[in-house]
């Protein structure tokens, strides 16, 4: 069974950049899709990006665009999200997770299709 445990969250000044990680234990993880959520006081969880089985294809959710970046590295099992330009409105808990189906690409922004999760970690973006 996977395990994600995040890491690298903190408090940053708007505009500053954050890089947060996510660790995998257990197998399999280079078979599946990853991707960010995150999760703000009083508000739903909400998509924050999606990176493929090899990499190659990656999305992002319309706040975040132009500003994050994912990335993978399945020989580490890791997962990182690099945080740009951050704005108070990206303060939230930020949570990895694992898509339910190998290999799939669709309904990357569905929490549905993730069925393992990390803990979260908390970023704080102050004005």
């Known amino acids: 069974q996977v395990q994600l445990v995040e890491s690298g969250g903190g408090l940053v000044q708007a505009g500053g950049s954050l890089r947060l990680s996510c660790a995998a234990s257990g197998r399999p993880f280079s078979s599946y899709g990853l991707g960010w959520f995150r999760q703000a006081p009083g508000k739903e969880r909400e998509f924050v990006a999606h990176?493929?089985?090899?990499?190659?294809?990656?999305a992002y959710g319309v706040s975040v665009k132009d500003r994050f970046i994912i990335s993978r590295d399945n020989a580490k099992n890791t997962v990182s999200l690099q945080m740009n330009s951050l704005k108070p409105e990206d303060t939230a808990v930020y949570y990895c997770?694992?898509?339910?189906?190998?290999?799939?690409?669709?309904?990357?922004?569905?929490?549905?299709?993730?069925?393992?999760w990390g803990q979260g970690t908390q970023v704080t973006v102050s004005s």
């Open positions: 990176i493929s089985v090899s990499g190659s294809r990656t």
């Open positions: 997770a694992r898509r339910r189906t190998p290999y799939m690409v669709a309904d990357y922004s569905r929490q549905g299709e993730y069925d393992t």
